[in-house]
């Protein structure tokens, strides 16, 4: 579960909210960047959003604008070829699919639902939080405090973050529910505990970090060759070396625990958990020790660590959630039958179907 999942409004009363449930919608999240959602039901101040990656929220109104990504808008796109978000422009768009082209270049046909934009900020006045007779505040449910953690706010960690590496951050707070670690990045996540590891850097280890030069979140492989404290000295694949750079600029791949044998070969198809923390299945493309390259059989490809690998086991009563009729939204249902690449979906709002292998996924326990 992410950071914004617990993300609430206290609710109030003030102006009229002009909003419906079912708006197709762009929505603020606390990266103050506004990303595609649908309205799920109003409050005079706030709106349930649903955003298009699963996660919902309350936000104020004034927070919440018409979806209005056409040709030439300016967008932020989750790039296929790699895992942030990439600047570029609209040049196409036919329904909910828009062909982006890169600052850099690069053509990319892909969904509104892969892309973030930048818009004004509507200002609360203080005199309207006032009218409420309380401040509206957003606010992280992290649960009840966590006694006796390994951790304490403010450490400095290496947090897990989405595409699987480890980059530096700081502990903000913390909770049975999980961990909020502000990154050095500027991003925000609530991780859990195996998310999160001391933030140590050896010399002779092989990390990734960005050159001084580059203003971009572009991740070149060296190897350290000094440490002091969190300033590092580097030597690049290129054989140009950096001097006091600071561990803010690099990232880590590492495996959070051990894995003592890796019993899957190149070929096999699997289990694997993503990084919504649902497991997909999947394909194992090559395999060079920890780092595993798996091809999602809905199409993503992903480099993943060993513990994130399950072996292959779809069986009747399996409770899943399914694309119905091959659609881009999953809904929750149970397998009835399998019959080699066959699966009979029975889902819990009464529909039934038989739909492919490839269109399933296994959602996360829900955190209490």
Same mark, same amino acid.
């Given at each position: 579960?992410?950071? #914004? ?9 003030? *102006? ?28 005079d101040v706030g709106c349930m959003v649903v955003f298009d990656d699963g996660e919902a929220t309350w936000v104020h109104y004034a927070h919440v604008l018409t979806q209005d990504i056409n040709i030439g808008s300016r967008?932020?796109?989750? %790039?296929? %070829? ?27 046909? @892909? ?7 930048? /818009?004004?900020? =509507? ?6 939080? =006032? ?18 953690? %390994? ?12 595409? #699987? ?16 670690? #502000?990154?050095?990045?500027?991003? $925000?996540?609530? *991780? $859990? ?22 203003? $971009?979140?572009?991740?070149? $492989? =060296? ?9 590092? +000295? *580097?030597?690049?694949? +290129? ?22 044998? #890796? ?5 096999? /198809?699997?289990?694997?958990? +993503? ?14 020790? +920890? ?12 480099? *993943? @660590?060993?513990?994130?690998?399950? /072996? ?23 397998? !009835? ?18 739909? !492919? ?12």
């Amino acid at each position: 579960m992410g950071l #914004f999942d617990w993300l609430k409004f206290k609710k109030a009363t003030v *102006v009229a909210n002009p909003w419906k449930a079912g708006d197709r919608v762009i929505a603020k999240k606390l990266d103050s960047y506004f990303y595609p959602s649908v309205v799920r039901e109003i409050t005079d101040v706030g709106c349930m959003v649903v955003f298009d990656d699963g996660e919902a929220t309350w936000v104020h109104y004034a927070h919440v604008l018409t979806q209005d990504i056409n040709i030439g808008s300016r967008v932020f796109c989750k %790039n296929k %070829n790699a895992l942030y978000f990439a600047p570029g422009t609209v040049q196409q768009r036919k329904g909910e699919t828009i062909l982006v082209t890169y600052d850099q270049g690069e053509d990319e046909w @892909t969904s509104i639902s892969m892309v973030r934009v930048q /818009r004004p900020i =509507a200002y609360v006045s203080p005199d309207a939080l =006032a009218a409420m007779g309380a401040p509206v505040k957003q606010s992280l449910d992290l649960g009840e405090a966590v006694k006796d953690s %390994n951790w304490r706010i403010g450490d400095r960690v290496l947090g897990r973050w989405l595409d #699987f590496f480890w980059y530096p951050g700081t502990i903000l707070n913390m909770g049975t529910r999980g961990i909020h670690v #502000f990154f050095d990045n500027g991003e $925000q996540l609530v *991780v $859990q505990e195996i998310g999160l590891m001391t933030l140590i850097v050896e010399e002779g280890e092989s990390i990734f970090i960005r050159p001084k030069d580059e203003p $971009q979140r572009m991740y070149p $492989q =060296a190897t350290v060759t000094r440490v002091h404290g969190e300033i590092l +000295d *580097v030597e690049y694949e +290129d054989g140009t070396h950096e001097t006091n750079t600071r561990v803010t600029r690099a990232r880590f791949w590492r495996c959070p625990i051990g894995v003592p044998a #890796f019993l899957f070969d190149e070929g096999d /198809r699997v289990l694997c958990i +993503d990084c919504d923390q649902c497991v997909y299945p999947a394909e194992i493309v090559s395999i060079e020790d +920890d780092k595993i390259v798996v091809q999602f059989l809905d199409g993503l490809e992903r480099m *993943v @660590t060993p513990e994130l690998i399950k /072996r292959f086991d779809v069986k009747p009563g399996t409770k899943i959630e399914c694309r119905w009729s091959g659609g881009p939204h999953y809904f929750p249902g149970t397998i !009835s039958k399998v019959e080699g690449e066959r699966l009979f979906v029975k889902y819990e709002d009464g529909d039934e179907e038989w739909t !492919s292998i490839r269109l399933f996924r296994v959602p996360p326990k829900k955190q209490e």
